[in-house]
């Protein structure tokens, strides 16, 4: 498929679906290679970031229309839940253990903690910053969680590397 | 002792104190004094206000530094020593960890701060759930107990709704219009309880008081006839009373 083409073909998924489109996806409805796929999507970030009031953005290992900051404002006006997460320092602090450790369970969240999760990982789960995950095959056979799409939407990260590592933490 | 602490910031559990206390003291995370933390971690949980749940968490937290610090005290070839030199070790490794979640979870925040207005049009819905109350069965039969022990808490007898002697006069009138006679017994069976009877039995006395009615039993504890007076009667009976 020509790029001009496969640049459309992307365009009417990524507005279509509303959310991240993984590379993979892409490559899989249109038959195209990843490679491809990077190159159309990344002149169509050319053509859509300059003169719109949306964004074709680079996210968990995808892409997806966004919003401009500058326009929120009205957004919300029209669908006022959407501005409505808001994230305390142990929700936070909760997802990061989840980011660093999933699959985990809330047992193990609890140990490295110190205390109980309970209440940050309901509001992570209501928030779908999480998800579960199956559940470990130990006695009780407790839930596993790990990030969820949503994640890298909200916090803006583009793919696993986009993360600092385990090792690059101490560092800073 | 060292002093007292000033505005102490919140800690959510032992280990954001115990970190804090390290990078306060300016220790190395891996070489922690751990009598100098342990006097000032009990002076504090001694001093503040721990969070309610997790109150349980601060206090083992105490009670393991406690048992290192003392265990370190013994000569070096007890196996108590040995193994509290692990048990330190193992703390460190968890507040070293504990470190760099705090720090990742700074990093979200100051992410997050930065996107909130990028949105897009599958946003996953906030779905509310109730919220389940914090408590077990055994905290309600715990709290039950100590309602039942403590003198001052006795209980007091739940009331139904309270009857008023101006409704049942209204009532009472109403009916009398309507029947010339009544019977005490139907009228208080309409609402069988101790407080209504009362209250029933001074509406008919106050309005024979009136008299709007005149009232008539045969003997004691015999049914009382409720009967309506005519204009007439009425009259006739003040002129009585009158005389």
Known sequence: METEELKKHIEAILFISGKTVKKRKLAELTGASEKQIAEAAECLQNEWNSNHGIILEEIGGGWQFSTKPEYADYVLKLYPWKGNLKLSKSAAEVLSIILYKQPVTKAEINAIRGIDSQGPIATLLKNSLIKTSGRKNVPGKPRLFRVSENFYHIFGIKDETDIPSWDEMEEE | MNGYFVKLPVFEGPLDLLLWLVKNNNMDIYDIEISRITSQFLEYILASPIPPDAAGEFLSMATLLLKIKSSLMLPKETEEYQEAVEEKTLLEDRLAEWEKIKKSGELLLEK???????????????????????????????????????????????????????????????????????????????????????????????????????????KPFSEIIISRNTAARAKRQEANHGN
Not at chain 2, 112 to 141: H, M, Q, T, W, Y
Not at chain 2, 142 to 163: W, Y
């Open chain 2, 112 to 218: 997050f701060r930065g996107r909130k207005f990028f949105l897009r049009r599958d946003e996953p819905f906030k779905i509310e759930v109730a919220k389940k109350p914090n408590f077990s069965v055994f905290d309600l039969a715990e709290i039950f107990a100590g309602m039942i022990k403590d003198k001052k808490n006795l209980f007091e007898t739940v009331t139904g709704p309270e009857i008023y002697l101006e409704d049942v006069l209204k009532e009472l009138s109403d009916r009398i219009k309507n029947h010339p006679h009544v019977r005490f017994s139907e009228l208080a069976a309409a609402n069988p309880r101790r407080l209504y009877i009362a209250v029933l039995l001074l509406a008919v006395l106050n309005l024979a008081l009136k008299r709007e009615i005149s009232i008539n039993q045969k």
